[in-house]
């Protein structure tokens, strides 16, 4: 059974671009390459410029760990909080 994993982060309206670029040419590359990563995904807000929603799945919550621990998840880190206009929240879900 694979897990979703969400992010929830907002932005400041300046940053939207600078969001999507860091996502495209950095984050997303990373993510993806790591073990257990079935997919990645930056879904953008329609209706409240500046949220987005980083989506993940996953084969399972260790190789979530696995990424959490790697060089990888600090790197996406230090590129993501800069741009961070609040707290990023964090929820996972089983795909049933």
Not at 8 to 35: F, S
Request: hydrophobic content about 35%; overall charge positive; some cysteine.
């Amino acid at each position: 059974m694979s897990i979703v994993r969400l992010i929830y982060v907002t932005v400041t309206a300046d940053q939207i671009g600078e969001a999507e670029r860091i996502w495209k040419n950095h984050c997303a590359p990373l993510m993806i390459q790591q073990p257990g990563c079935l997919s990645e995904k930056l879904l953008k807000c329609i209706d409240t410029p500046g949220e987005f929603i980083s989506y993940s799945e996953w084969d399972s919550q260790a190789s979530i760990e696995q990424y959490r621990k790697s060089q990888a998840h600090a790197e996406i880190q230090r590129h993501a909080r800069g741009l961070q206009a609040g707290g990023a929240s964090v929820k996972r879900y089983e795909v049933r």
